[in-house]
């Protein structure tokens, strides 16, 4: 694998469940027992109930566009190449919004509520991130 | 309300501030001792008459508060410092105008440095900007994994979607920068001072699409500082008080995102319709929207100016594309706005530099650009926090 050079995530104790998740191609986020609440990032209990008792829930990496702009300024030598580049903000069918990149798409052919799907881009042996592309009709 | 005891209880007794410049080749401690000595003399006060300090902005752009104490030779009996954001301005002048009513401190300056240029990395952005690595990412939505990174983005994320949720356009929002540089081209310590029009908008580049250069506030060096005192002391100062009359702090929680307003919808805010009520800045001050002679709002990206006029009931959600047309937020029309040129075009000192500008206003100071017979001017934000000044 050529080496990687963009930024590669903060993996920390209370993240690193999402990152083994994305590793083996599960899109997983902490869920509420108690309130049923889906969240992101993760945080040590419920951030709306204060309930300690959660487990992490695999979702179904569907989503929508909530907004998304393109980069035509290089802040980061490593994405110079990739200019202009998309970031999107895409809200899950489970509720928590996700930034990424949208691939398999236009930068002009973007929409907002676009319907996207997760895409699982392994960018180093350790790393996997979550992409979205339009959702393909089945 | 408890903060109703303040209201009117301590003033902005002097203001001071340095040569504002894209590349001044300037030390912070230089410029801050610069606008702490401009402000003490505005006030007609010694060294020795300041005894409280609060940074606004330190290590890396500006000088922290403990290296000025003990480099400029200040007597201070209390000191506090925030974090490298532009975002507390108000809370600064808040945190001055409770320190001297509980006796802390008798005087505090407020102050904060810019030095842009002095460093060799862009710090607004990329590889220099530590935003995106903090913990659960940066405050303004920075994500460099995924190449988003600047406090700009979060604010284009938040244009796009105003845009597509009010059926707005990035040529009605050439307004807010093009009124601004017009009242830039009247104060001359502004740093860009030659008028633009809605096509210069249009035409200059995009940085992060849908905003433009235009859309983007200057990168540049300058300090600037608000002496907060007591009334009662500030009425025997030089010159007449301008009185904190009203305030509401920094809100903080999932429904808040740095750009605008609860139920917006990005980050992990709900979507909601938002209808503000009256304010509780208001309700201190004993004033309404319609009592504001003149607003300065933090504009370091064009689309925040419409996100604050929202958040504070000046319009209704989803009118400001429309409210901001026509001259309405300039010096002459109904709700001047940023007077001094703001961020887009005065310079950017973090909302210092407005915090002086109120002042002069008030005291009718401005020249060409006062805005006539001003009483009550209000510093409100896309993020919620405020002050209301009146003379």
Redesign the interface.
């Given at each position: 694998m050529a080496e990687y050079k963009k930024p590669l995530p903060a993996v920390s104790s209370l993240n690193q469940p999402y990152w083994d998740g994305l590793r083996r191609r599960e899109l997983t986020l902490p869920r509420c027992n108690d309130c049923g609440k889906i969240w992101y990032p993760p945080a040590p209990f419920c951030p709306v109930c204060w309930s300690r008792n959660f487990a992490w829930q695999r979702l179904s990496g569907r989503g929508k566009v909530n907004s998304w702009v393109v980069f035509h300024q290089a802040y980061f030598s490593s994405f110079k190449d990739d200019i202009p580049y998309n970031v999107a903000e895409v809200e899950l069918e489970e509720g928590p919004r996700l930034l990424t990149n949208l691939v398999a798409v236009g930068n002009d052919d973007i929409t907002i509520d676009m319907p996207v799907e997760i895409v699982f881009d392994d960018v180093t042996e350790e790393v996997t991130l979550a992409k979205f592309r339009p959702t393909r009709k089945a | 309300m408890a903060t109703e005891n303040l209201k009117d209880k301590t003033a902005v007794c002097g203001v001071g501030h340095t040569p504002y410049g894209r590349r001044l080749n300037r030390s912070t401690i230089d410029l801050a001792g610069e606008a702490i000595r401009n402000a003490l003399d505005d006030g007609g006060m010694e060294r020795d008459d300041l005894d409280g300090l609060i940074v606004s902005f330190g290590t890396p752009i500006g000088a922290d508060a403990d290296t000025l104490a003990y480099a400029l030779g200040l007597k201070l009996k209390m000191y506090n410092q925030t974090w490298a954001h532009g975002r507390f301005t108000a809370s600064c002048i808040q945190w001055a105008a409770m320190a001297v009513n509980a006796g802390l401190a008798n005087a505090v300056a407020c102050l904060a440095t810019i030095s842009f240029s002095g460093f060799r990395r862009?710090m607004m952005?990329?590889?220099g900007?530590s935003e995106?690595?903090r913990?659960?990412?940066g405050g303004h939505?920075e994500?460099?994994?995924?190449?988003?990174?600047?406090p700009g983005?979060g604010a284009?994320?938040?244009a796009?979607?105003y845009f597509?949720r009010f059926g707005a356009t990035s040529q009605q929002l050439a307004a807010v920068p093009v009124a601004f540089r017009k009242h830039a081209s009247l104060n001359p310590a502004a740093i860009m001072r030659e008028p633009v029009t809605a096509d210069d908008h249009q035409n200059s580049?995009?940085?992060?699409?849908?905003l433009h250069l235009l859309d983007y506030c200057l990168i540049n060096d300058g300090a600037a500082c608000v002496i907060v005192t007591t009334s009662e002391r500030a009425r025997d100062l030089r010159k007449p008080p301008v009185y904190l009359s009203g305030m509401q702090g920094l809100p903080g929680g999932?429904e808040e995102f740095i750009w605008t307003y609860p139920g917006f919808?990005?980050?992990?805010q709900d979507v909601f319709d938002y209808r503000p009520g009256l304010q509780p800045v208001y309700q201190m001050a004993g004033a309404t929207p319609q009592d504001v002679d003149a607003l300065f709002t933090y504009d370091a990206f064009s689309i925040l100016a419409w996100t604050a006029l929202e958040r504070f009931g000046f319009c209704g959600q989803g009118e400001a594309a429309a409210f901001t047309q026509g001259g309405r937020i300039e010096v002459g029309g109904a709700l001047p706005m940023n007077t001094n040129g703001g961020l887009l075009s005065e310079g950017h000192i973090m909302g210092w530099n407005h915090q002086v500008e109120i002042v002069r206003q008030l005291r009718g100071e401005c020249g060409q650009r006062q805005v006539a017979d001003a009483r009550i001017i209000q510093w409100a934000n896309a993020y919620g926090d405020s002050l209301i000044y009146r003379r």
């Amino acid at each position: 694998m050529a080496e990687y050079k963009k930024p590669l995530p903060a993996v920390s104790s209370l993240n690193q469940p999402y990152w083994d998740g994305l590793r083996r191609r599960e899109l997983t986020l902490p869920r509420c027992n108690d309130c049923g609440k889906i969240w992101y990032p993760p945080a040590p209990f419920c951030p709306v109930c204060w309930s300690r008792n959660f487990a992490w829930q695999r979702l179904s990496g569907r989503g929508k566009v909530n907004s998304w702009v393109v980069f035509h300024q290089a802040y980061f030598s490593s994405f110079k190449d990739d200019i202009p580049y998309n970031v999107a903000e895409v809200e899950l069918e489970e509720g928590p919004r996700l930034l990424t990149n949208l691939v398999a798409v236009g930068n002009d052919d973007i929409t907002i509520d676009m319907p996207v799907e997760i895409v699982f881009d392994d960018v180093t042996e350790e790393v996997t991130l979550a992409k979205f592309r339009p959702t393909r009709k089945a | 309300m408890a903060t109703e005891n303040l209201k009117d209880k301590t003033a902005v007794c002097g203001v001071g501030h340095t040569p504002y410049g894209r590349r001044l080749n300037r030390s912070t401690i230089d410029l801050a001792g610069e606008a702490i000595r401009n402000a003490l003399d505005d006030g007609g006060m010694e060294r020795d008459d300041l005894d409280g300090l609060i940074v606004s902005f330190g290590t890396p752009i500006g000088a922290d508060a403990d290296t000025l104490a003990y480099a400029l030779g200040l007597k201070l009996k209390m000191y506090n410092q925030t974090w490298a954001h532009g975002r507390f301005t108000a809370s600064c002048i808040q945190w001055a105008a409770m320190a001297v009513n509980a006796g802390l401190a008798n005087a505090v300056a407020c102050l904060a440095t810019i030095s842009f240029s002095g460093f060799r990395r862009p710090m607004m952005g990329g590889a220099g900007d530590s935003e995106g690595a903090r913990e659960a990412g940066g405050g303004h939505g920075e994500d460099p994994v995924f190449g988003m990174t600047s406090p700009g983005a979060g604010a284009a994320l938040v244009a796009r979607k105003y845009f597509a949720r009010f059926g707005a356009t990035s040529q009605q929002l050439a307004a807010v920068p093009v009124a601004f540089r017009k009242h830039a081209s009247l104060n001359p310590a502004a740093i860009m001072r030659e008028p633009v029009t809605a096509d210069d908008h249009q035409n200059s580049r995009f940085v992060c699409e849908p905003l433009h250069l235009l859309d983007y506030c200057l990168i540049n060096d300058g300090a600037a500082c608000v002496i907060v005192t007591t009334s009662e002391r500030a009425r025997d100062l030089r010159k007449p008080p301008v009185y904190l009359s009203g305030m509401q702090g920094l809100p903080g929680g999932r429904e808040e995102f740095i750009w605008t307003y609860p139920g917006f919808g990005t980050s992990q805010q709900d979507v909601f319709d938002y209808r503000p009520g009256l304010q509780p800045v208001y309700q201190m001050a004993g004033a309404t929207p319609q009592d504001v002679d003149a607003l300065f709002t933090y504009d370091a990206f064009s689309i925040l100016a419409w996100t604050a006029l929202e958040r504070f009931g000046f319009c209704g959600q989803g009118e400001a594309a429309a409210f901001t047309q026509g001259g309405r937020i300039e010096v002459g029309g109904a709700l001047p706005m940023n007077t001094n040129g703001g961020l887009l075009s005065e310079g950017h000192i973090m909302g210092w530099n407005h915090q002086v500008e109120i002042v002069r206003q008030l005291r009718g100071e401005c020249g060409q650009r006062q805005v006539a017979d001003a009483r009550i001017i209000q510093w409100a934000n896309a993020y919620g926090d405020s002050l209301i000044y009146r003379r």
